[in-house]
């Protein structure tokens, strides 16, 4: 019998993980993700807000109840326990009402970004499945296709001698927007980060399809992957597997090469 691989329930305000996967950050933590099997953590700012235990909720705040989005999360994860749950959330995508005004708080506006990007609005799934883990010992996250494909893909890279690493997969809006506001903080302005980074909203890796892909020994998310051992392999190898590099040189998003980004999209799909 095969063991069904750990699932991340996204709600809009609110994650709920599966409490093993994550690391503790205080003695107290450690003892209750020890004995639980659900952690609540908040999207905006990776706040852990409370753990799922046999007998009841464990809140890690002070008035958890009027945490937006709880309510909502733990009524979901009363669904989890019916069997055919993953089935019935597979497809489906978290609403995009509240992304205008995070794009406001940028000084964009959704549908002229889009016409001068030519990227679509991408919504975030209710389901992705674990994927393994990232160079950096975290959780990588992908909606169930691309994660399987990624496995597939990284087994046969290393049949061939070739070692492949995630460096990041799914992004909510909240964590995309949180990227702009520590590059605002560094100086930069909003135009210089979209040359790099999608708007919130606007990335592949909002919809668990997408992954930045390295190899041991490259610094991460840098041109220089296109000299390696692993790109010339993905070059000649990831179209069979499902994988297209989204943003080559001079591609028409604007946005600047991109040799490690990688987004699943089978030609039947």
């Not at 994660?147 to 909240?174: E, N, P």
Request: glycine share 8%.
């Amino acid at each position: 019998m095969h063991r069904r691989a750990p699932l991340l329930i996204n709600t809009e305000a609110v994650e709920l993980w599966p409490a093993a996967l994550l690391r503790a950050r205080s003695n107290l933590d450690a003892r209750l993700l020890a004995r639980a099997q659900w952690l609540l953590r908040r999207k905006q700012d990776g706040r852990y807000l409370a753990v799922v235990l046999d007998h009841g909720v464990h809140s890690l705040v002070a008035r958890l109840p009027r945490e937006p989005g709880v309510e909502a999360a733990l009524a979901l994860l009363e669904q989890a326990r019916a069997r055919p749950f993953a089935a019935t959330l597979e497809d489906h995508w978290l609403p995009l009402a509240g992304l205008q005004q995070r794009l406001q708080q940028l000084g964009l506006d959704a549908d002229a970004y889009a016409q001068d990007s030519g990227l679509p609005l991408e919504a975030e799934p209710c389901l992705l499945h674990f994927a393994g883990r990232d160079r950096f010992g975290r959780p990588l996250w992908l909606r169930r296709a691309a994660a399987q494909g990624w496995r597939r893909m990284r087994l046969h890279a290393a049949r061939d001698g070739v070692a492949l690493d995630a460096i990041s997969g799914f992004r909510s809006h909240a964590y995309q927007l949180g990227i702009f506001e520590c590059k605002r903080a560094r100086g930069l302005s909003v135009a210089e980060i979209l040359k790099v980074n999608a708007a919130p909203g606007f990335s592949e890796h909002h919809r668990g399809d997408a992954l930045d892909i390295g190899t041991p020994g490259d610094a991460p998310a840098e041109e220089t992957f296109e000299a390696t051992e692993a790109f010339a392999w993905l070059q000649a190898h990831a179209g069979g597997h499902g994988f297209r590099l989204s943003y080559p040189r001079d591609n028409p998003h604007g946005i600047v090469y991109e040799p490690w980004h990688w987004c699943w999209a089978p030609a039947n799909d």
